[in-house]
């Protein structure tokens, strides 16, 4: 079982920046790939980001790609989003999710465990 905690939410303004945290419990956060995702009011829960077990490997959804950047720190347990240039289309409510699978996938039902979720809010 993974426990995992986002932090780092919060108000900016367009083109500000963020960055967000995810801690997980247990010994074996290596053991898990980790993605990001975000969902707005009335829509459905989105892909924003993936990175491999070794952080050597990541994969963005088009509409964040050159603006964000997904990283892990294994010694850490913990996964980060950089986010700059943010765009009134990027306030949400962002979770990390791990996945035990070995196949790369943005599907978040592929996805075993989830955080409780960080407000974002990005004002025009």
């Known amino acids: 079982q993974v426990q995992l905690v986002e932090s780092g939410g919060g108000l900016v303004q367009a083109g500000g920046s963020l960055s967000l945290s995810c801690a997980a419990s247990g010994r074996t956060f290596s053991s898990y790939a980790m993605g990001w995702f975000r969902q707005a009011p009335g829509k459905e829960r989105e892909f924003v980001a993936r990175i491999s077990r070794g952080g050597g490997n990541t994969h963005y959804a088009d509409s964040v790609k050159g603006r964000f950047t997904i990283s892990r720190d294994n010694t850490k347990n913990t996964v980060y989003l950089q986010m700059n240039s943010l765009k009134p289309e990027d306030t949400a409510v962002y979770y990390c999710?791990?996945?035990?699978?070995?196949?790369?996938?943005?599907?978040?039902?592929?996805?075993?465990?989830w955080g409780q979720g960080t407000q974002v809010t990005v004002s025009s």
């Open positions: 999710a791990a996945d035990r699978g070995m196949v790369v996938t943005g599907l978040p039902q592929r996805y075993d465990y």
